[in-house]
């Protein structure tokens, strides 16, 4: 009975995916030229190993051809027959993303891997090998011994999946038939008969394929046999033996081997209680779970949480003729739920590290094309956010990390004249506070120019003034276009982006603020609720409608005394809150309501705080405070501006909830 082994890709490709950053995160911390851990070697070759092995195993022929080959170079490495040059970390980086290109081209159908690029790379790994070289070479150079060649294998064999592309990537190719009981290739490569032969032994068991130099090309019937000096694919740990009569056509000249063996295992513990104790499996910790099981899960927490607050409302309606073990039973139910909801929320919540640990190559990449020597710090990488957080981040965050390598950190020469040391610093940082998530990025650079940014926003004819606080003018640079950059590099200062990275972070329900000092660095700081899942709220009234503020945006709320308001320049209305004067924006003229009150003084104000301003909402009145479960607009209705999204209330009211930017931007005209 065959088994379908397509039901297990899925797991296959996450699993390789965590072998690859394992790779990648390992080979970002080993120094060139120093003592590299033995530890951290192997684990990175056992990681290649298992692409390798499931690649095969899935039908993956491809990817675990060229996995072997950089199996091979590590394994030279971790056995200290080469040493890790920086050369070699860059040719193992470069071919761990072609193989994460094969895992996305088999995954999502994406377009595969260019043939000229693989054999490009496949000829740096084979480089590698050589004693002495750092950087890969070209393989004319490094392999003057390539030319033409005669490959032979059993006919039996067949034509194995993934070998003609192999050939085409190593050479021309050239097929001559059939020759008694074998397939004949004509192969032109520049490549040596010990690096094709290691190429080809996966496609080809050892012992079963016959590869031969040949001095010139072959003239009619297959000249090309005569007088040859054939390379056996055999082990290397058997001498070098004339070719066996069973090989038929070709004359016995002594043969050249070639080691084409697959990698022997690591020998077995000698005493018999310690190799037991090895291969004891652990029990497993963690289950895979599928995260729309997840986010069904979460949806019916949701539901519960509503029915929970329908069941309040009731209660609280019945007043004194509600029993006290009704009342008790309430308040356990509320328990109950709240902690439901924090542990499956729980699930879905993944350590910060899986985004940061997409930018220590960035940084290192980037320092060496900049020409600036960079040291990346990465603190409270186990701080966890929601899973739906991940893939949002890592384009705000990257763009942010350009930014602060390309404008924030100076040249070595600007450091030096500045007295600092010659390496820059950059730091990620991620930690919990208020209920909120803060990650952090951080250089220690010239920091921003408050001159600069002003005149460059006097020339984009922004409404600016010399007399704003800084916390005000750094928000200038999230102006769509504002740029402040002498000259535009391949990297960043074009004046694109700051104003996505912004509107990024505040449809994640999160804002963004910068902290600057001339001189000494500059820090940017996105804060991100725990989830987009489940929000605390104010519910506010407006006529007859209900609207969500969210609770981390709200700072307080005062009924003001009618001399407290005022209006500037006969347009904007101004609110003065202990000497400090903040803009009063209507709620009900933004969205054309018709209110219960007209007048600041005979309503509410709530204080808000978005994008570092402090901002005054006039409202009807104050409804509650509690937890709102969050439901997307657009997947049910339309985006409309203003409104985030949408929830639904304990009695069954749909209620919307506030964009605070948004709604600031619209109040302001913008």
Request: with cysteine.
């Amino acid at each position: 009975m065959s088994i379908d082994l397509s039901q297990f890709h899925a797991a296959f490709f996450d699993e390789a995916a965590e072998h690859l950053e394992t790779i990648e995160r390992l080979l970002l911390e080993s120094q060139p030229g120093q003592t590299t851990d033995g530890e951290a070697l192997n684990a990175i070759f056992r990681a290649a190993h298992s692409i390798k092995g499931s690649a095969g195993t899935f039908g993956f022929a491809d990817i675990a051809g060229f996995t072997h080959g950089l199996e091979n170079l590590l394994d030279r490495i971790r056995r200290g027959e080469l040493p890790l040059t920086a050369g070699r970390i860059s040719v193992c980086l470069k071919s761990r993303d072609v193989i994460a290109d094969q895992l996305a081209a088999h995954r999502d159908g994406a377009t595969a891997v260019d043939p000229g690029r693989l054999a490009e790379i496949e000829a740096a790994l084979l480089a590698a090998h050589d004693e002495g070289t750092d950087m890969p070479v070209p393989v004319a150079a490094s392999r003057p011994d390539g030319g033409h060649y005669l490959l032979c294998w059993d006919r039996q064999l067949g034509h194995p999946e993934g070998l003609q592309d192999r050939l085409a990537a190593l050479g021309t190719v050239q097929p001559c038939g059939e020759q008694g009981e074998e397939l004949v290739f004509q192969l032109q490569s520049g490549l040596s008969a010990t690096d094709i032969a290691e190429s080809l032994a996966f496609w080809l068991p050892p012992g079963q394929f016959r590869l031969e130099h040949l001095e010139s090309q072959g003239d009619e019937a297959f000249g090309v046999f005569v007088d040859t000096q054939p390379v056996v694919a055999t082990s290397a740990t058997e001498p070098a033996v004339p070719v066996d009569e069973g090989w038929g056509l070709f004359a016995p000249p002594a043969a050249a081997t070639v080691d084409v063996s697959p990698p022997v295992a690591e020998p077995a513990a000698t005493g018999s209680t310690p190799a037991l104790r090895q291969a004891t499996p652990q029990p497993e910790t963690s289950i895979r779970v599928n995260v729309e099981k997840v986010d069904q899960l979460l949806n019916r927490i949701g539901e519960l949480v509503i029915t929970q607050s329908m069941l309040a409302q009731q209660v609280e309606r019945l007043g004194t003729l509600a029993s006290e073990e009704l009342q008790r039973g309430m308040a356990q139910l509320e328990r109950t739920t709240r902690e439901l909801q924090e542990a499956v929320m729980s699930v879905r919540m993944l350590p910060v590290a899986s985004v940061f640990g997409r930018f220590p190559r960035l940084v290192r990449e980037l320092g060496q094309k900049l020409g600036k020597a960079v040291e990346l710090q990465v603190i409270g990488e186990q701080t966890e956010i929601d899973k739906s957080f991940v893939e949002k981040l890592t384009d705000p965050l990257t763009h942010l990390v350009r930014n602060s390598l390309d404008h924030g950190l100076e040249s070595a020469e600007g450091r030096a004249s500045a007295g600092k040391p010659p390496v820059g610093r950059l730091t990620l940082r991620a930690f919990h506070q208020g209920g909120h998530i803060v990650i952090e990025v951080s250089d220690d650079g010239a920091g921003l120019q408050r001159d600069r940014i002003l005149a460059k926003a006097r020339e984009q004819g922004l409404n600016v003034s010399d007399t704003m606080n800084d916390a005000e003018v750094w928000q200038l640079i999230f102006e769509p276009g504002f740029s402040t950059a002498q000259a535009v590099t391949d990297v960043s200062g074009r004046g694109v982006g700051m104003d996505v990275v912004r509107r990024n972070i505040e449809a994640m329900g999160g804002s963004i603020r910068i902290e600057s000092l001339a001189g000494v660095g500059t820090t940017i700081s996105l804060h991100l609720p725990l989830t987009l899942a489940i929000l605390d709220g104010m519910s506010i009234a407006i006529g007859n409608e209900i609207y969500i503020l969210p609770l981390s945006q709200v700072v307080e709320s005062l009924q003001p005394r009618a001399e407290d308001v005022f209006t500037l320049a006969g347009q904007h209305r101004l609110l003065r809150v202990r000497g400090e004067c903040l803009p009063l924006l209507a709620l009900w003229e933004i969205f054309d309501i018709q209110p219960r009150v007209r007048e600041a003084h005979e309503g509410l104000v709530i204080i808000i705080t978005v994008a570092s301003q402090r901002v005054a909402l006039l409202v009807d009145d104050l409804v509650s405070q509690q937890q709102f479960v969050v439901k997307n607009l657009e997947t049910n209705y339309r985006r409309v501006r203003g409104l985030a999204a949408a929830t639904i209330l304990g009695d069954g009211q749909v209620a919307f909830i506030l964009d605070g930017a948004e709604v600031v931007r619209m109040g302001q005209g913008g």
